[in-house]
C-alpha cells in the first residue's frame, strides 16, 4: 500500500521569503501523479500544484514549484516570496495512475505554515 | 456552477444518533468520495464510488454507510453515532482518475457528544 509522509508538523517563515516543505512517499508503481493542496483556516481545500510521475521537469504555478525526486521518492513543494495569505495547512497527496485506479488520494498528514510579518 | 455543495455544515449529535451527509456536485463527475479530517491530521477515506450504482470503502468505513443512486449525489449516512466520529467530513469528486484534481466541499463539522 501507498503511504505518504510529511515530516514537519509546523514550518515558519519571514514574509517574502522562501520557505520548503517536505514530502516523502512509498510506492512500487511507476506511473501515479502527486498533489500540493493547501488548507486555510476557511477549511477549504485548494489544489496548489500538480506533478505527473513521468514528467522529468518540476512543476511551478507563479510562486509555487517543486522538486520531484523519483528515485528518491521525495516531493517537496517550495513557496518564494512568501505572502501572509500563504499561512494555512499544506497536505501532500499521492494518486495511482495505473490500470483501475479508482482516483482516490491518499494524503500526508499535514505541515502547518505560519508567515511572519 | 455549484461545484460540491455539502450540508449540513456544522451539527452536533448525541451519541447513538443517526444522521445522513448530504454531498451533491453539478460537473457530471462520475468520481466521488468522502474523506474524514480529525484535527491536526490528515485526510483519511472512508468511501468512493466511481459512477452510479457502485461504491466500495476505503481506510476507515466502518460505522459508515453511502449509495450512490445518481451521477450527482453521494450522501455518507452515519448509524448509531459515537464520539470516535467526532470531525470534519468532505466530500469530493472529479472528473477521471488520472491527472484531474479532486473539487472538495467546505466540509460538515460533526461533534458528537
Known amino acids: 500500500a501507498q503511504t505518504v509522509t510529511q515530516s514537519q508538523p509546523e514550518m515558519s517563515v519571514q514574509e517574502a521569503e522562501t520557505v520548503t516543505l517536505s514530502c516523502t512517499y512509498d510506492t512500487s508503481e511507476s506511473d501515479y501523479y502527486l498533489f500540493w493542496y493547501k488548507q486555510p483556516p476557511s477549511r477549504q481545500m485548494i489544489l496548489v500544484i500538480r506533478q505527473e510521475a513521468y514528467k522529468q521537469q518540476n512543476a511551478t504555478e507563479n510562486r509555487f514549484s517543486v522538486n520531484f525526486q523519483k528515485a528518491a521518492k521525495s516531493f517537496s513543494l517550495k513557496i518564494s516570496d512568501s505572502q501572509l495569505g500563504d499561512a494555512a495547512m499544506y497536505f501532500c497527496a499521492y494518486r495511482s495512475a495505473g490500470t483501475g485506479n479508482t482516483g482516490k488520494l491518499i494524503f500526508g498528514q499535514g505541515t502547518t505554515l505560519q508567515v511572519k510579518p | 456552477n455549484a461545484g460540491v455543495t455539502q450540508t449540513p455544515k456544522f451539527r452536533i449529535l448525541k451519541i447513538g444518533q443517526s444522521m445522513t451527509l448530504q454531498c451533491a456536485q453539478d460537473m457530471n463527475h462520475n468520481y466521488m468520495y468522502w474523506y474524514r479530517q480529525d484535527p491536526g491530521m490528515g485526510l483519511k477515506l472512508i468511501y468512493y464510488?466511481?459512477?452510479?450504482?457502485?461504491?466500495d470503502k476505503g481506510e476507515v468505513p466502518n460505522g459508515y454507510n453511502v449509495s450512490r443512486s445518481t451521477t450527482e449525489d453521494f450522501p455518507l449516512r452515519l448509524e448509531l453515532a459515537a464520539p470516535s466520529q467526532t470531525s470534519v467530513y468532505f466530500c469530493?469528486?472529479?472528473?477521471?482518475?488520472?491527472?484531474?484534481?479532486?473539487?472538495f466541499g467546505n466540509g460538515t463539522r460533526l461533534t458528537v457528544t
Open positions: 469530493a469528486s472529479t472528473k477521471n482518475s488520472y491527472n484531474s484534481p479532486l473539487h
Open positions: 464510488s466511481v459512477g452510479a450504482g457502485i461504491t
